[in-house]
């Protein structure tokens, strides 16, 4: 039984920073695999922020390029989501997700909503 908890969340001032961390459970990284960040923020679309794939191939919504950073610690079975220069717009809750056996690109991936296991979310809330 996979489970995903998120954690890092919280409140900044906008061009501050916040690292996000989900931590899986109950699954094998020997699988293929691809993992990411989707966003919501109030009254708007599930949006995808992030992707990564087992060989370290990563995608970005565009508005996030730059400022965002997606990674991997296999070791410590945690996805992270670092988040610099933060600005109002990305206030938002945002969940991690992933897919195993999955063989597809991290793009293809982070357009899509419709995954196998996702997390409980965690807010950010950025003040200008």
């Known amino acids: 039984h996979v489970q995903l908890v998120e954690s890092g969340g919280g409140s900044v001032q906008a061009g501050g920073s916040l690292r996000l961390s989900c931590t899986a459970s109950?699954?094998?990284?020997?699988?293929?695999?691809?993992m990411g960040w989707f966003r919501q923020a109030p009254g708007k679309k599930l949006e995808g922020v992030a992707a990564i794939t087992i060989d370290g191939g990563t995608s970005y919504t565009d508005s996030v390029k730059g400022r965002f950073t997606v990674s991997i610690d296999k070791a410590k079975n945690t996805l992270y989501l670092q988040m610099n220069s933060l600005e109002p717009a990305d206030t938002a809750m945002y969940y991690c997700?992933?897919?195993?056996?999955?063989?597809?690109?991290?793009?293809?991936?982070?357009?899509?909503?419709?995954?196998?296991?996702w997390g409980q979310g965690t807010r950010v809330t950025v003040s200008s």
């Open positions: 997700a992933a897919d195993f056996f999955y063989f597809g690109g991290s793009w293809g991936w982070l357009v899509g909503d419709d995954h196998n296991y």
């Open positions: 109950g699954y094998t990284y020997t699988s293929t695999y691809c």
